[in-house]
């Protein structure tokens, strides 16, 4: 409809010219009242309004289901370092700004189609998101994954965790202030949950991954607060002022749990140790997976250079030392012999045998004779050989989680130059490490933060391996989500290594370009390269 408008009554001239004298003193006079107002109130919170004219805080994206989180500041490394002087001036107003004004979780799906949780924490500087992965072969001392069962989703379902968030965590948590992660982190573990077992929390009532998630985003949201990013963040609440960018650990040929293949071991991987920068490091990977996939398919066919939930190539091969053998000839074609090692992840707990104590490298194989058990010293005489003959230095998880003597024999025999890693051993569990350390079981820690449930306990994790001399390599599950959580504590934690799988699969690469972003940020960025073993926690200076 057309509205009614009457027609406009004529003015003198006069009139108008003193009406418009008279409007123009009174807008000059509001402007002037504005100015001095915003003038007292930026005095009061000039800490704020300088770092926000130094930082400008991007909306990123961090989780699926195309959510969106801020993912905090860019910055470089200097700036960080003022910025943390003025976070500290004004830590009372932070609390009042950023307290946590809502929580919610969904059901979301994880890289291979499975439910997993997804948690938003909502500030007034915005929404935070977080989503959590999951283990194909998994420890059995890890923290409980809380899963519907039934028939739905063939019991993989995730609802029960998301309803523990919406309904028992979110109440507890409003209010509260996103930069006390321990405090909120035990008020989840400790007091809603409660639930322990020998090795400590379990997680059994609330979930790991119901907890998890909120961790995480309770560690984003507070980056944001402090106007710092996520890995800053975390090194903070480690105290922690050395970052480092971690040595890629690349998983190129998959066997185990996660391939169709006969290969009993699970993952086979390159650590770019001799590159001078990550960036380098993701070219020497990158350049080596293209030619080992030329080299698969013109021995073994087109349809052999299909990948792996990691993104490794899972050909038709029958041998462990055949998997070796086309590593070493891809790492030569790319003219990298000498800068690129070898990994193994072996997953020993999928083939042991509990009955006789033996080790099966034959249990995918239909019928199975019984011809590829191997006792546990047989089992340690192999990886002795590899590593002989290959440049071989990480063995991870090479016999059962319960086999105490078998892991603490190896690392007397090669550990002095091959780092024994700590999986299912383990779990990222400190009371686990605790009596690897005791034992002198491993001298690495595979860092998983859903293995423990919270960003706290990972945090303590780290600092006790890194106390007890052990090397720490940050690692994704094979269910992954596009979230990149631990690209940021693998800087913030300078854990000096990180296996994410191969440069392929847009779930596992968006870890990668997040360090990459992460790098191009610093102003002196650090590569762990040929230190990637020894890389101490340096405490804030008095």
């Not at 704020?48 to 961090?62: D, N």
């Not at 860019?74 to 002087?85: G, I, N, Q």
């Not at 001036?89 to 009042?96: C, D, K, L, N, Q």
């Not at 293995?451 to 945090?459: F, K």
Request: hydrophobic fraction near 40%; charged fraction near 20%; include cysteine.
């Amino acid at each position: 409809p057309v509205m009614f408008r009457p027609a406009p009554r004529r003015v003198p001239l006069q009139t108008a010219g003193v009406l418009a004298l008279a409007l123009t003193a009174a807008v000059v006079l509001l402007f002037a009242a504005s100015a001095a107002a915003t003038t007292k109130a930026g005095l009061a919170a000039a800490p704020a309004a300088t770092l926000a004219s130094r930082q400008q805080v991007q909306l990123r994206r961090v989780a699926g289901g195309g959510a969106a989180a801020f993912a905090g500041p860019r910055s470089s490394s200097s700036s960080s370092s003022s910025s943390s002087r003025l976070v500290g001036a004004r830590t009372g107003a932070v609390a009042a700004r950023a307290a946590i004004q809502d929580v919610k979780a969904r059901q979301v799906y994880d890289s291979r189609g499975n439910p997993t949780v997804e948690v938003d924490v909502v500030t007034d500087q915005g929404r935070f998101t977080a989503a959590v992965p999951s283990g194909a072969s998994t420890g059995v001392y890890e923290a409980l994954e809380l899963r519907d069962g039934g028939s739905d989703y063939m019991g993989k379902g995730v609802l029960q965790a998301v309803e523990n968030v919406n309904s028992m965590i979110a109440p507890a948590l409003k209010g509260k202030d996103p930069t006390q992660q321990r405090e909120i982190d035990d008020l989840m573990v400790q007091d809603l949950d409660g639930s322990k077992n020998e090795w400590g929390w379990s997680k059994a009532k609330l979930g790991a991954n119901a907890i998890l998630g909120v961790s995480m985003a309770v560690a984003r949201a507070g980056a944001a607060a402090k106007g710092v990013p996520l890995y800053k963040h975390i090194a903070d609440l480690a105290g922690n002022t050395k970052l480092v960018l971690p040595v890629p650990a690349f998983n190129i040929i998959n066997g185990g749990s996660h391939a169709g293949n006969a290969l009993a071991m699970q993952e086979f991987m390159i650590l770019p140790v001799g590159a001078s920068s990550f960036s380098e490091a993701m070219k020497m990977g990158s350049e080596v997976y293209h030619n080992l996939k030329s080299i698969i398919k013109k021995t073994y066919g087109q349809d052999a250079i299909n990948v792996g939930d990691e993104g490794g190539f899972a050909p038709a091969i029958q041998s462990n030392a055949e998997a070796l053998n086309l590593i070493n000839q891809a790492i030569e074609k790319s003219g990298y012999k000498g800068k690129i090692k070898i990994g193994m992840d072996i997953a020993a707990s999928e083939f042991y045998v509990a009955d006789d104590g033996s080790y099966d490298l034959n249990f995918k194989v239909e019928p199975n004779d019984g011809s590829g058990k191997l006792s546990a010293k047989g089992l340690e005489d192999l990886y002795a050989s590899w590593s002989e003959d290959n440049p071989i230095i990480s063995i991870e998880d090479p016999f059962d989680q319960d086999d105490w003597s078998a892991w603490s024999s190896i690392v007397s025999r090669i550990g002095k130059d091959v780092q024994i890693v700590g999986d299912d051993l383990t779990v990222t569990n400190p009371n686990r490490i605790k009596a690897a350390i005791d034992k002198g079981s491993a001298n690495a820690l595979l860092l998983k933060v859903n293995q423990i449930g919270s960003i706290s306990e990972s945090i303590d994790a780290v600092k006790m391996a890194k106390e007890a001399g052990w090397a720490v390599m940050t690692s994704h599950r094979s269910g992954e989500t596009e979230d990149t959580f631990i690209s940021d504590i693998a800087v913030g934690l300078a854990t000096g290594q990180i296996k994410s799988g191969a440069p392929c699969r847009s779930e596992r690469l968006a870890k990668y370009n997040q360090l990459l972003r992460i790098e191009s940020e610093m102003e002196n960025p650090v590569y762990a390269g040929e230190s990637y073993r020894h890389i101490a926690i340096e405490p804030v200076s008095a």
